[in-house]
């Protein structure tokens, strides 16, 4: 009587790839300096200095007048943008998606439009 759905994994891995795409927030600078506690150590960035030129690095010291990566140092005076990577809350978004699907496909069933326990 009843037919359980189609399994929706390719849907589900998809709508999980997308969701955990990294966005980034832009951070304020204002002349040279950004706001207390905006970076912090650990943190994913994207800076593009004032000629264009853009760098991505983890923030391993964050000083007065500079962003300090492994290998790279970005100068507050020289950037034009900064941007905070959100790759913590995107990994969450895409856990909970794939765990709605796996919750739905084993309790639906399609009955014609109305979705109804499997039995």
Same mark, same amino acid.
């Given at each position: 009587?009843?037919?359980?759905? +189609?399994?929706? &994994?390719?849907?589900?891995? /998809?709508?999980?790839?997308?969701? %955990?795409? =990294?966005?980034? $927030? $832009? #951070?304020? /600078?204002?002349?040279?300096s /950004?706001? @207390?506690?905006?970076? @912090?150590?650990?943190?994913?960035?994207? =800076?593009?200095?004032?000629?264009?030129? !853009?760098? +991505?690095? *983890?923030? !391993?010291?964050? +000083?007065?007048?500079?962003?300090? %990566?492994? !290998? *790279?140092?970005? *100068?507050?005076?020289?950037? $034009?943008?900064v941007? =905070?990577?959100?790759?913590?809350?995107? =990994? &969450?978004?895409?856990?909970g #998606?794939?765990?709605?699907?796996?919750?739905? +496909?084993?309790? $639906?069933?399609? !009955?014609?439009?109305? #979705? *109804?326990?499997?039995?």
């Amino acid at each position: 009587m009843f037919r359980c759905r +189609e399994n929706r &994994w390719p849907l589900g891995l /998809l709508v999980g790839a997308l969701a %955990g795409c =990294v966005g980034y $927030s $832009s #951070v304020p /600078l204002r002349d040279g300096s /950004l706001p @207390e506690g905006a970076i @912090e150590i650990g943190d994913d960035i994207r =800076v593009r200095d004032l000629g264009g030129a !853009t760098a +991505e690095f *983890e923030v !391993t010291a964050v +000083e007065a007048d500079a962003l300090i %990566g492994a !290998t *790279e140092r970005a *100068e507050l005076a020289n950037l $034009s943008y900064v941007g =905070v990577a959100h790759r913590r809350r995107a =990994v &969450w978004i895409t856990l909970g #998606v794939l765990g709605a699907i796996v919750i739905y +496909e084993r309790n $639906s069933c399609d !009955t014609g439009g109305f #979705v *109804e326990p499997c039995q």
